[in-house]
């Protein structure tokens, strides 16, 4: 089954801002919790599938010269994502430094992997998942359309143009683009009314 018009719309909208946070070195990220309630959101519950294939330790360093030791552990983890039948799948590391309990370090840097592996492998999935973001933090759209996909009110464009080309106000004009901005339409129909437009608009002013 392929995704909806209706999901294929929201993975192709920006990102909101909002949900964007920024590390220490001031890397803009999303959270693990956000991704996921998200997923739910667009795909909805039972449609979508986490598993993590791989979860290798990479060190576990003791701490010497103190009173007890203290434990520095890290891991590297790779999660596949299943939606509508296609696995994206991504590698990534997580640790936990400098920790009390060696327990309680290696727990931590177990999720730390899963969770920035899980992120990395939902990111394929575009802008709402974060991947706009790797273009020097930016929230806009960075997909912008998917070629061949169908638009349901390409066929419009002879009566969008009719209408545009029938208005003799500017409020006129402004309303009927209003109409096409609500309309589900391919890049190269958008490229032909911004060309309409244009040149309606400039005779207007000219009138």
């Given at each position: 089954m392929s995704l909806s018009k209706e999901q294929v719309n929201e993975l192709l909208k920006p990102i909101d801002p909002a949900r964007v946070g920024k590390d220490g070195k001031g890397f803009a990220y999303v959270e693990a919790w956000d991704v996921r309630r998200t997923m739910n959101?667009?795909?909805?519950?039972?449609?979508?599938?986490?598993?993590?294939?791989?979860?290798?330790?990479?060190?576990?360093?003791?701490?010497v010269g103190g009173a007890k030791p203290r434990w520095s552990v890290a891991y590297r983890a790779r999660c596949e994502i299943t939606v509508n039948g296609v696995i994206y799948a991504e590698w990534a590391s997580g640790d936990a430094t400098n920790q009390p309990s060696r327990s309680e370090a290696h727990d931590m840097a177990i999720k730390t992997a899963e969770s920035q592996a899980f992120?990395?492998?939902?990111?394929?999935?575009?802008?709402?998942?974060?991947?706009?973001?790797?273009?020097?933090?930016?929230?806009?759209?960075?997909?912008?359309?998917?070629?061949?996909?169908?638009?349901?009110?390409?066929?419009r464009v002879p009566d969008f143009i009719e209408l545009l080309k029938g208005a003799s106000t500017k409020i006129e004009i402004d309303g009927i683009a209003e109409q096409i901005r609500a309309a589900d339409l391919g890049s190269a129909s958008k490229r032909e009314l911004i060309t309409v437009y244009n040149t309606v608009l400039e005779k207007v002013h000219g009138s």
């Amino acid at each position: 089954m392929s995704l909806s018009k209706e999901q294929v719309n929201e993975l192709l909208k920006p990102i909101d801002p909002a949900r964007v946070g920024k590390d220490g070195k001031g890397f803009a990220y999303v959270e693990a919790w956000d991704v996921r309630r998200t997923m739910n959101k667009i795909f909805g519950f039972a449609e979508w599938s986490e598993n993590i294939t791989d979860m290798n330790m990479i060190y576990e360093n003791p701490s010497v010269g103190g009173a007890k030791p203290r434990w520095s552990v890290a891991y590297r983890a790779r999660c596949e994502i299943t939606v509508n039948g296609v696995i994206y799948a991504e590698w990534a590391s997580g640790d936990a430094t400098n920790q009390p309990s060696r327990s309680e370090a290696h727990d931590m840097a177990i999720k730390t992997a899963e969770s920035q592996a899980f992120k990395r492998a939902a990111m394929n999935l575009g802008d709402q998942f974060g991947l706009g973001l790797y273009n020097a933090g930016s929230t806009d759209a960075s997909l912008g359309d998917v070629v061949d996909r169908e638009h349901a009110d390409d066929g419009r464009v002879p009566d969008f143009i009719e209408l545009l080309k029938g208005a003799s106000t500017k409020i006129e004009i402004d309303g009927i683009a209003e109409q096409i901005r609500a309309a589900d339409l391919g890049s190269a129909s958008k490229r032909e009314l911004i060309t309409v437009y244009n040149t309606v608009l400039e005779k207007v002013h000219g009138s």
